[in-house]
């Protein structure tokens, strides 16, 4: 019987979201193979993470695209971007506490290509006065990611309802990050 590599992948990443300590056992067991099927596949948990981290990287650049950051005012780009982003945040929040493995490492280019075009949107939002030029556009991309965890974590904890994912994170940025007139 073949394997669905997307599969296997997928039920990785929804265990790993919810329980980020999961053993590649516990993997196997949630994606309905075996501990030697998973490691055919994955030589252990780094080729694992690599797998789920180039899983990530489509599905954010996935979201970025459908959110058409170029479109309209960049407030409005944000908050589609925090829509369209909203079903990968588990494994987002996932990945980015995953990092300190490849600490010392160039970052992967899929991330420098969404961070660029992020940036590039708070930039654009920098320059037509709609956001505050204070705070650079990598801080408010980073500021983004971070958001971005924090909300699919409370969530996932059961502390703050799912419907609320989009309006905690773009209230709090975007209530930071707009520019005020001044009195």
């Known amino acids: 019987m073949a394997v669905d ?3 296997v992948l997928r039920s990785a990443a929804a265990l790993l979201t919810r329980k980020s300590t ?10 309905g193979i075996s501990r030697a099927t998973l490691h055919r596949h994955f030589a252990g948990r780094d080729a694992l993470v690599r797998a789920l981290e180039a899983l990530g990287i489509a599905e954010c650049e996935a979201a970025v695209d ?3 950051l170029d479109d309209g005012p960049a407030s409005d780009a944000v908050r589609r971007l925090v829509r369209e982003v909203e079903s ?3 494994l987002l929040a996932f990945l980015y506490t995953e990092n300190q493995l490849f600490e010392g490492e160039e970052q992967n280019e899929g991330w420098s290509r969404i961070d660029g075009r992020i940036a590039a949107l708070f930039r654009r939002g920098q320059q037509d006065g709609e956001f505050r030029i204070d705070l650079t556009p990598a801080w408010l ?8 965890a924090s909300g699919a974590w409370v969530v996932q ?6 419907k609320d994912f989009h309006h905690m994170i773009v209230e709090l940025l975007l209530g ?6 001044e009195s």
Do not use: I, Y
Request: aromatic share 2%; hydrophobic share 50%.
């Open 5 to 7: 590599r997307d599969h």
């Open 22 to 31: 999961a053993t590649m056992d516990e993997v196997a067991k949630a994606a």
């Open 66 to 68: 459908a959110a058409r």
């Open 88 to 90: 990968a945040a588990g």
């Open 141 to 148: 991309t980073e500021a983004l990611f971070g958001l971005l």
């Open 157 to 162: 904890s059961g502390k703050v309802a799912p």
């Open 176 to 181: 930071g990050a707009l520019r005020r007139e």
